[in-house]
């Protein structure tokens, strides 16, 4: 059995190597390993901050490979879970909650950043552009997530 990849061996960005590509089975450890630092990676810059964009990529693969992941059903639980969780944090931002993923139009930006420390902190576009192409993965990540 192969081992899991190191984190400089995973492509936490999109996640293509899960979906669509299947790079192994879903049932190969590699892949379930790559599915779970996708998600985690992908609610780690939603929830703590940093920098951040297309998390819809990853959450997209993550969530299209469930059904077949070679994971416990808990396991499928807890990741369908977060897969929600995180969608719902990006919807909540189109509605202009201080999260701030997306621009005045209540649309999803390409990027984002934290700007500021403490109390102060706020999350904001990098760019005043909605981005279809997020808004696309948005979509199919939602409607994966909320069948």
Known sequence: MASAPSSSETFSYGGYLVWPVALHPYS???????????????????????NGGYENRGLLAACTTL?????TPAWKGFL????????????????????GFSTDTGLLSETWAVHGSGPAAHVVPDNDAPQSWEEALFYLTARCAFP
């Open 28 to 50: 190969d450890p590699r892949m379930v390993s790559e599915t779970d630092h996708v998600v985690a990676d992908a609610m780690s810059s939603l929830e703590y901050g940093g």
């Open 67 to 71: 059904p077949t992941l070679g994971v």
């Open 80 to 99: 369908a879970s977060t897969i929600q969780r995180a969608i719902g944090m990006l919807a909540e931002s189109s509605t202009q909650s201080p999260r």
